[in-house]
C-alpha cells in the first residue's frame, strides 16, 4: 500500500492507507490536546491562536504558535526530501525513511519523562508533516490523514453528486470516494477515543502504540513485497 503510485494504485491500496495512517492520527491527535492542549495533526487552528495572542499583545506565545506552525511544515518538506533523494538510486525504499523517522519520533514523545510541552508538540507536529506529505505524495493527493476539514467538503460534494450522477461509472467512482473518505473518518475517530480512553491510564505512552502500529504496516507491506519478487524470480526461473 505505500509503495504503488500512480496507476499501479488501487482502491485497495488507497483504502488500507486512509485507515492505517488516519488511525495513528487520531491518536497523536488525542495525545496532543491532553497532554499539552495543543492540537498536533494540522494548523489551522493555529493561525486563529495566533491572531488572538497578536490581540492579546502575548507576542511569545504568538512566536510560538509560529514555531508549531514552522514545525508542520518542517515536517513535510523533509518527508518529500527525504523521498526524492532517496528516489534516485533507491526507489523501492523512498517512503521507508520518512516512516521510520516518524516511528521513532512517536515513540522518543512516548517514552521521554523530561520534554517540556512545547517540545512535545514541535515534534509531534514534526511527525505529522511528515506523514501529511508521504501520504500525499504516495496517494497522489487522494489521500490526507492528519485533519478532517477539507475531507467532509469532499464528502458532502460527493453525497450530493449521489442525486445527479447516474452512470453506472461515475456511481462506482463516487462510492469508492465516499467510502474512502469515511473510512480515514471513522479510524481517525476510532484513533481519537481509543487513545483518549488510554490516555488516563498510559498517557503519552499511547504514542507507542501508533508506533507499533506504523511498524507493523510497514513491516508487512515490505513483507508482501518480498514474496512476490521472490514469487516473480522463481516464476522466470522456471521458464
Not at 518542517?74 to 526524492?84: C, D, P, R
Not at 526507489?91 to 521510520?100: E, N
Not at 506523514?131 to 496517494?139: G, K, P, R, Y
Amino acid at each position: 500500500m505505500f509503495r504503488h503510485k500512480g496507476n499501479r494504485r488501487t482502491f485497495a491500496h488507497n483504502l488500507r492507507l486512509a485507515s492505517t495512517l488516519s488511525f495513528i492520527a487520531g491518536i497523536v491527535n488525542i495525545a496532543g490536546v491532553l497532554s499539552v492542549a495543543t492540537l498536533t495533526t494540522n494548523v489551522t487552528g493555529h493561525f486563529a491562536f495566533f491572531a488572538e495572542e497578536i490581540a492579546l499583545k502575548n507576542y511569545s506565545k504568538a512566536i510560538t504558535i509560529l514555531i508549531y506552525i514552522f514545525f508542520f511544515l518542517f515536517g513535510a518538506f523533509t518527508s518529500n526530501f527525504i523521498v526524492e533523494i532517496t528516489s534516485i538510486k533507491k526507489p523501492r525504499i523512498a517512503h521507508t525513511l520518512p516512516m521510520l523517522l516518524e516511528i521513532v519520533l512517536l515513540a522518543f514523545v512516548g517514552l521521554s519523562q523530561t520534554l517540556n510541552p512545547n517540545n512535545i508538540a514541535y515534534l509531534l507536529l514534526f511527525a505529522m508533516g511528515l506523514q501529511n506529505a508521504l501520504v500525499t505524495n504516495i496517494s497522489q493527493s487522494v489521500v490526507r490523514t492528519t485533519h478532517l476539514t477539507g475531507l467532509f467538503t469532499d464528502l458532502g460534494i460527493e453525497l450530493s453528486q449521489l442525486f445527479f450522477y447516474k452512470k453506472e461509472a461515475e456511481l462506482k467512482r463516487l462510492t469508492r470516494n465516499i467510502s474512502l473518505r469515511l473510512s480515514i473518518i471513522t479510524f481517525f475517530f476510532i484513533g481519537c477515543v481509543l487513545g483518549g480512553l488510554l490516555y488516563e491510564t498510559y498517557k503519552l505512552k499511547i504514542l507507542i502504540l501508533a508506533a507499533v502500529v506504523l511498524f507493523l504496516a510497514l513491516f508487512f507491506d515490505n513483507l508482501a513485497v518480498y514474496y512476490n519478487l521472490t514469487k516473480r524470480k522463481i516464476k522466470s526461473n522456471l521458464h
